[in-house]
T-cell receptor, first 117, second 111 residues
Framework: ETGVTQTPRHLVMGMTNKKSLKCEQH?????MYWYKQSAKKPLELMFV???????ENNSVPSRFSPECPNSSHLFLHLHTLQPEDSALYLC????????????????FGEGSRLTVL | DAKTTQPNSMESNEEEPVHLPCNHS???????IHWYRQLPSQGPEYVIH???SNVNNRMASLAIAEDRKSSTLILHRATLRDAAVYYC????????????FGKGTHLIIQP
């Protein structure tokens, strides 16, 4: 148990569906992240939220739409996805790294396995 | 972020020490060295991190070369549960920028 909970754990959707992935952290962190892990590829950082504000969007297609209503919750809204979007989507949180030595260790959830048909 | 180089895979025997190398010749003076591991069907988990000095914790030890251009993660007594992909990552710290993961080293533990 890492303190980061992702739901659903598994999702199968058609290309015309709209679905959402949810992430909740119980660690009091102020930064949250979405990563994508495709088969045989490294983890790819998709979005970063810091104090509910999006601070990074790594050229992610608009069919992925993140939402961060508060520091504890992060959503990834999915619509008109393609089969190549099938992957493990991982959420992580961290305390903002500071000059005092906290390096912002990431705590990951177990991921949501997405299959697009 | 500066790049790291790790072997694609390594194999070790159970109950023996494991030394996982990482090269980072372009590391900058403010880059921290982080190690994470990802067990099958799980998200990555933090293992250890360091800046200049060697570090020990309950999971592993981190040995950092004097010129900081390489480091070694040491598992003192590997178990089957240590079979995972191990990632060596550099970050400059500060802010909340996330970490950039490479392909890592797939560690296989033989019973």
């Amino acid at each position: 148990e890492t303190g980061v909970t992702q739901t659903p754990r598994h999702l199968v959707m058609g290309m015309t569906n709209k679905k959402s992935l949810k992430c909740e952290q119980h660690l009091g962190h102020n930064a949250m992240y979405w990563y994508k892990q495709s088969a045989k590829k490294p983890l790819e950082l998709m979005f970063v939220y810091n104090f509910k504000e999006q601070t990074e969007n790594n050229s992610v297609p608009s069919r992925f739409s993140p939402e961060c209503p508060n520091s504890s919750h992060l959503f990834l809204h999915l619509h008109t996805l393609q089969p190549e979007d099938s992957a493990l989507y991982l959420c992580a949180s961290s305390q903002e790294a500071t000059a005092a030595g906290n390096t912002g260790e990431l705590f990951f959830g177990e991921g949501s396995r997405l299959t697009v048909l | 972020d500066a790049k790291t180089t790790q072997p694609n895979s390594m194999e070790s025997n159970e109950e023996e020490p494991v030394h996982l190398p990482c090269n980072h010749s372009t590391i900058s003076g403010t880059d921290y060295i982080h190690w994470y591991r990802q067990l099958p069907s799980q998200g990555p988990e933090y293992v250890i991190h360091g800046l200049t000095s060697n570090v020990n914790n309950r999971m592993a030890s981190l040995a950092i070369a004097e010129d900081r251009k390489s480091s070694t993660l040491i598992l003192h007594r590997a178990t089957l549960r240590d079979a995972a992909v191990y990632y060596c990552i550099l970050s400059s710290g500060g802010g909340a920028d996330g970490l950039t993961f490479g392909k890592g080293t797939h560690l296989i533990i033989q019973p």
